[in-house]
């Protein structure tokens, strides 16, 4: 079966909270049960939430990746479930990601600025938007600690973990050669 991209729009049935907060709750439930199911369907992509919008890059079977699109359409947590694009494609994207997210970050705001938008709305985007936003989301770094690849986060966390620990000893070796 041919592989495809399919892009969408769609506004949040909830009161999102402020970006500074962290990951609205809401985007956290749908990230951590995409990175479940998406796998087991063949799945990958990519998803950003903003200003009250969603925009998410679907990729995969078709069948599968329609199959998607259609029980999204139900979901109660958004509505006007708006189809931005579909197209054939030779390969994924988003080979590491059964769904990624990228929060609100400097390629997007760069993105915005350049298209003459004040805020985050994908229902306004043509083609070309659609096709820059999907490349945003897919040079992006992640910005949901989930079951996604992390690769150097990890090691730099590794990092941090033992020079803190390196610290810890070296200070508790002081401490006993002062008292005894």
Not at 29 to 39: F, V
């Amino acid at each position: 079966m041919a592989l495809i991209r399919l892009a969408y729009a769609s506004r949040a049935n909830f009161n999102p909270r402020p970006e500074n907060k962290g990951v609205e709750p809401h985007v956290a439930r749908i990230l951590m049960s995409s990175r479940r199911n998406n796998p087991k369907q063949g799945l990958v992509g990519g998803l950003y939430f903003g200003d009250g919008f969603f925009f998410q890059c679907l990729e995969g079977e078709s069948e599968a990746v329609h199959d998607l699109f259609n029980r999204l359409r139900d979901d109660e947590r958004h509505r006007d479930v708006t189809l931005l694009l579909e197209e054939p494609i030779q390969k994924r994207s988003f080979p590491d990601w059964s769904m990624k997210y990228v929060p609100i970050e400097a390629d997007v705001k760069a993105l915005l600025r350049d298209s003459g938008m004040e805020r985050f709305n994908p229902f306004v985007f043509d083609g070309t938007l659609t096709q820059a936003m999907i490349n945003c989301l897919r040079r992006g770094p992640e910005g949901f600690d989930g079951t996604a690849k992390r690769g150097n986060q990890d090691r730099f966390e590794k990092a941090a973990l033992l020079i803190a620990g390196a610290v810890v000893i070296i200070g508790l070796v002081a401490v006993g050669t002062i008292l005894f």
